[in-house]
């Protein structure tokens, strides 16, 4: 997989992942060989696994390891490909919650509602939006609105961001500007113009340009200046609102942002009680490793206490307190050295960052009571 965070200045903006790709001859190969899977058997699984409630593609199969013998039938089972998690999160946060969705998912109006309830969020610079005027202060609007902001009154580094989206397309890291050059967090630079050209003619429905932050001491000495987001998923059954697993999202040393899907990104389970990181694993498929410590920084991962770790589940609750009628959020959190700040909230969750590091299946026995328990609560309230 191509990592699109170096590419040269005319991509500045972060693509996207790309097409799901099928699984090769080489991965039926490998599988026989070093599980003892004949092929036949690999498809035969493969097709009894993509129908049902668990919807898993034959890539994703792979990708999950699902043939290795330490998986038996049932947690085998317990497994979910895209399209089953997509119907779990859905029975969860029913389309009657639509309104709200929306609101949620408008990243602009959502981080202001945040600060209004004294949530500790991200500070938007700048919103770009293609022939807005009445706000000339706040709302760029043109190529020379931006390349003004970013030249006289951006306060470096920056994150860009689109307004919809997700996997954290079109997302950028500007440390600063020098000789009409943005630079960006990998290293590059792209002119200033042509970033402004991009984003205006990318994202017609708007463009955030928030204050970048600065990842924890603690946590900067292992990953670097990029920060790494913990993903909290929180669950509502009614009975109140609880953590139900948390994700460490570890960037590669070349990305600008955490998402997974980047070559050399890292995803780490960490205890929900205590916050103790409790393994970090990298890549996907047979190649997929677990790390003990950082592959440039050498420093340990597993066993790190992540900072804050009582504020950041507290934060997490305190926001999805805020729509006590919503199932389940999945909200990615910071850890600055003030303390932790909410970046986005996710109403349909990926759980494939759960599923990579945990080796086990979203309906295993630990989680599957969680998401029923949610889902009655839903169906109840119908």
């Known amino acids: 997989m191509t990592n699109t965070a170096t590419e040269a200045p005319t991509k500045a903006l972060l693509e996207g992942p790309g097409g799901v790709e099928k699984p090769t001859d080489s991965n039926v190969a490998e599988v026989a060989k070093n599980y003892g899977v004949s092929p036949l058997r690999q498809m035969k699984e493969i097709f009894s696994m993509r129908f049902g409630s668990q ?50 998912g408008n990243k602009l109006m959502y981080t202001d509602h945040l600060r209004k309830s004294c ?45 919809g989206g997700s996997l954290s397309v079109g997302s950028v890291r500007i440390d600063g500007m020098s000789e009409g050059q943005l630079m960006l967090g990998n290293g590059s630079r792209v002119p200033l113009e042509e970033f402004a050209k991009d984003v205006l003619e990318q994202y017609k429905d708007g463009y ?93 991962i597993v066993g790190f206490q992540v900072p804050h770790w009582t504020n950041v589940i507290d934060s997490a609750i305190a926001a999805h307190e805020l729509f006590p009628e919503f199932g389940i959020f999945g909200f990615d959190i910071a850890i600055t050295d003030n303390g932790p700040v909410i970046m986005e909230c996710n109403d349909k969750p990926n759980h494939m960052i759960y599923q990579y590091p945990a080796r086990r299946g979203m309906q295993n026995q630990d989680l599957k009571p969680i998401w029923k328990s949610v889902i009655a609560r839903q169906k109840k309230a119908a």
Not at 129 to 140: C, E, Q, R, T
Not at 208 to 236: A, E, F, K, W, Y
Not at 243 to 268: E, H, R, T
């Open 119 to 163: 949530i500790p969020t991200t500070q938007t610079q700048a919103f770009v939006l293609a022939g807005y005027s009445k706000d000339p202060n706040f709302v760029l609007s043109d190529v020379g609105a931006i390349a003004a902001f970013l030249r006289d009154k951006a306060q470096y580094p920056l994150f860009g961001k689109p307004m």
């Open 55 to 104: 919807k898993l593609g034959a890539n994703e199969c792979y990708d999950l390891m699902i043939f290795d013998p330490a998986h038996d039938k049932k947690a085998k089972r317990a497994f979910l490909g895209q399209g089953g998690m997509n119907a779990l999160n859905l029975e969860m946060n029913p389309d009657r919650l639509m309104d709200k969705k929306n609101f949620i």
């Open 208 to 300: 955030l340009l928030q204050t970048g932050l600065q990842p924890h001491p603690d946590m900067q000495r292992i990953i670097g200046d990029v920060v790494g987001s913990i993903r909290v998923v929180t669950v509502n059954d009614g009975s109140g609102v609880k953590p139900a697993y948390a994700v460490w999202k570890i960037p590669s040393p070349a990305a600008m942002s955490d998402n997974f899907w980047q070559d050399g990104s890292m995803l780490s389970l960490v205890d929900i009680c205590d916050g103790t990181v409790l393994n970090c694993h990298r890549g996907k498929g047979p190649s997929a490793e677990f790390l003990e410590k950082h592959p440039q920084s050498k420093q340990p």
